[in-house]
Antibody, heavy 118, light 110 residues
């Protein structure tokens, strides 16, 4: 059974950093592309980052490029999102997701809330 | 940058009625489009991928169609559990690919 559990959310000051984790179970990370998608409270979905199944390629939304980094630890079967130089507009629920095919997010975690505020 | 537009913003219907939601891309995206359903307090659920393929476990009342720039999601007969927000999402042809979501359509009870 596929399960994704995010952790690491919280309140951080503007300009600060935070690392989100997504513990995967029921499958092996290295077999699937993984994604981060965020959703500001009361607003729509916003794709953040993607890593290919073999980890060789990564892509980012323009709004986070150069500030966020997606990575994974195969030994821990865990996906990460390192977020630096955080801004108020980065405040959102952050979901990790796994594809089944075609890089479409199919399995989703429950989300981790990140609030950027002074 | 390709932009997705969804219409209408809100669709007010009764159970049993047919719902047709539209998603338009600012440039052709071939058939690389998906639809998601989201209910309050829940993560999104993938309904349709590659324009017309139903994801595993999705009821047959959900169908998708379109290619190029114009896509639609049809719910043939609304069930009470179908009232939710629906998002379309494209995957670009870049490598590695990028994704974009539309702003969403709220289907609420009339």
């Amino acid at each position: 059974q596929v399960q994704l559990v995010e952790s690491g959310g919280g309140v951080v000051q503007p300009g600060g950093s935070l690392r989100l984790s997504c513990a995967a179970s029921g499958f092996t990370l290295s077999n699937f592309a993984m994604l981060w998608v965020r959703q500001p409270p009361g607003k729509g979905l916003d794709w953040v980052a993607l890593i290919t199944y073999d980890g060789s390629s990564k892509s980012y939304a323009d709004s986070v490029k150069g500030r966020f980094a997606i990575s994974r630890d195969q030994s821990k079967n865990t996906l990460y999102l390192q977020m630096n130089s955080l801004r108020a507009e980065d405040s959102a629920i952050y979901y990790c997701a796994r594809e089944v095919t075609g890089y479409y997010p199919h399995y989703w975690g429950q989300g981790a809330l990140v609030t950027v505020s002074s | 940058e390709i932009v997705l537009t969804q219409s209408p913003a809100t669709l007010s219907l009764s159970p049993g009625e047919r719902a047709t939601l539209s998603c338009r891309a600012s440039q052709s995206v071939s058939s690389s489009l998906a639809w998601y359903q989201q209910k309050p307090g829940q993560a999104p659920r993938l309904l349709i991928y590659d324009s017309s393929n139903r994801a595993t476990g999705i009821p047959a009342r959900f169908s998708g169609s379109g290619s190029g720039t114009d896509f639609s999601l049809t719910i043939s007969s609304l069930e009470p559990e179908d009232f939710a927000v629906y998002y379309c999402q494209l995957r670009t042809g870049d490598w590695p690919p990028k994704l974009t979501f539309g702003p969403g359509t709220l289907v609420d009870i009339k």
